[in-house]
């Protein structure tokens, strides 16, 4: 193998680990997001007070416009790396249930 086509594999390799990367970084803020979405609905579901429930439903619904932002970003990712079918983020990062004031 000559040397010009080794270095087009290594960078072609490498190419491929950044798309890996960024697609896993993409997972990770949607599942951080899911997550804080998750705790701000533990809270509000134990706020004792209309004060506090008022204030947490609105950090409920900041934090789910969030992960909103995070599945489509993941999303763009996915379809950046040839990859179409997202039934699987759908399974693997379901959107946290919406809430009534």
């Known amino acids: 193998m000559s040397h010009a086509r080794e270095g087009v594999q ?30 701000v609905g533990r ?4 706020a004792a007070d209309a004060i506090a429930r008022e204030r947490l439903t609105t950090e409920y619904d900041a934090a789910c416009r969030e992960a909103e ?8 990712q996915r379809e ?8 699987v ?3 693997q990062f379901p959107a946290p249930p919406r809430r009534r004031p």
């Open 43 to 46: 809270a509000l579901d134990t």
């Open 89 to 91: 983020v759908d399974q």
């Open 10 to 39: 290594r960078l072609e390799k490498e190419i491929a680990g950044e798309k890996a990367a960024a697609l896993g970084r993409a997972g990770e803020r949607l599942e951080a997001a899911l997550v804080r979405a998750a705790a």
């Open 80 to 87: 950046a790396v040839g990859l179409r079918q997202h039934r």
């Open 69 to 76: 932002q995070a599945r489509l970003s993941l999303l763009i």
